[in-house]
């Protein structure tokens, strides 16, 4: 039962840092395609860079802002899949082998 407990909090940890890496890699997107920043969506991936992938912010500090803002935008992404990959694969490995039956 713990086992099956761990793989589903394994997989709801992967799949809500894969989400919040693919919303900053729009946002990303959006930012390099210069898309209009006071669209409702565009608005709203910027929100989550900010909340969710503000620690990269000004990490690469190249004179181009279009192309500061979507490297440091990618690699927030890139590190929210990497980490919520780990860590399901972690809890994954901390589950409890089953039991076998005795036949």
């Known amino acids: ?3 099956r407990a761990l ?3 394994a997989t709801v940890v992967r799949v809500v840092c894969s989400a919040i890496g693919a919303v900053i890699l729009l946002y990303a997107i959006f930012v390099f395609f210069e898309a ?3 669209n409702g969506i565009v608005e709203f991936t910027r929100n989550i860079r900010e909340d969710f992938g ?4 000004d990490l690469f500090t190249p004179e ?3 192309l500061r803002e979507t490297i440091n935008a990618a690699i927030a992404a890139l590190v929210w899949v990497v980490v919520g990959t780990t860590l399901s694969k972690l809890l994954v490995r901390l589950a409890p082998a089953p039991k076998a039956k005795a036949g």
């Open 36 to 38: 209009n920043p006071a």
């Open 64 to 66: 181009d802002l279009k």
């Open 54 to 57: 503000g620690f990269t912010t």
């Open 1 to 3: 039962m713990a086992a």
């Open 7 to 9: 793989n589903v909090v």
